[in-house]
């Protein structure tokens, strides 16, 4: 079945460490790539995007996200997370234009 | 500009009692979206509008779920009778156009006893 599929669960790292989250999806042909997060008791926030062109994305937060269409992947990254990083993190794709379909999600814990 | 708003934040309710919750979108925003997030699992789709019209509720448990969007502004979600398994948070999105992304309203937080 096509999906997006976000393979850690639940990630712990201490503050300054390096962060990357992978997300790989099924969906063949075009599809636009997001990375959202949510804050504790917060709504959902767009990180960032991807539709075309620099497959390297910098988004809010000094998050950035790398595109790879032959890995079908697009994981978010960031060099040196702080506790505020905090979060869980959903990666998305619209297949196709369509719906925005959601991976599971990913829960960070940053220690101070 | 103002966000997407819902109310209520929280909903208490028993088996088979009903519950409505509302989201009124970003303005202009033609498509709305209704999402529902069970705890531990990314949203799911429950039903998408394009103005007043339904584009897609193949998601929608239409047995006991229903919604509108009148006037393709405000939206109303309805659950009747409500089961132990619709906990959930469920969360409204509007989007101007696609590919820009969603945004999402706070979210009701839904707790079937």
């Known amino acids: 079945a096509q999906s997006v599929s976000q393979h850690n669960h639940h990630v712990i790292l201490s503050e300054a460490a390096s962060l990357e989250l992978g997300c790989n999806y099924s969906y063949g042909g075009t599809v636009n790539l997001f990375w959202y997060v949510q804050y504790p008791g917060q709504h959902l926030q767009l990180l960032l995007k991807?539709?075309?062109?620099?497959?390297l994305v910098k988004g809010i937060k000094g998050f950035e996200a790398e595109f790879i269409k032959s890995k079908f992947s697009f994981n978010l990254r960031k060099p040196s997370v702080q506790w505020s990083d905090t979060a869980e993190y959903f990666c998305a794709v619209t297949p196709g234009f369509q719906k925005l379909v959601f991976g599971t999600g990913t829960r960070l814990l940053v220690s101070p | 500009e103002a966000g997407v708003a819902q109310s209520p934040r929280y909903k208490i309710i028993e088996k088979r009692q009903s519950v409505a919750f509302w989201c009124n979108p970003i303005?202009?925003?033609?498509?709305l979206y209704w999402y529902q997030q069970i705890l531990g699992q990314g949203p799911k789709l429950l039903i998408q509008f394009q103005n007043n019209g339904v584009v897609d509720d193949s998601q929608l448990p239409k047995d006991r779920f229903s919604a509108e969007r009148l006037k393709g502004v405000d939206s109303t979600l309805k659950i009747q009778p409500a089961k132990l398994e619709d906990s959930a948070v469920y969360l409204c999105?509007?989007?101007?156009?696609?590919?820009?992304?969603?945004?999402f309203g706070s979210g009701t937080r839904l707790t079937v006893v």
């Open positions: 303005s202009g925003h033609a498509t």
């Open positions: 999105a509007s989007s101007l156009v696609d590919r820009d992304g969603y945004t």
């Open positions: 991807y539709f075309s062109g620099d497959p």
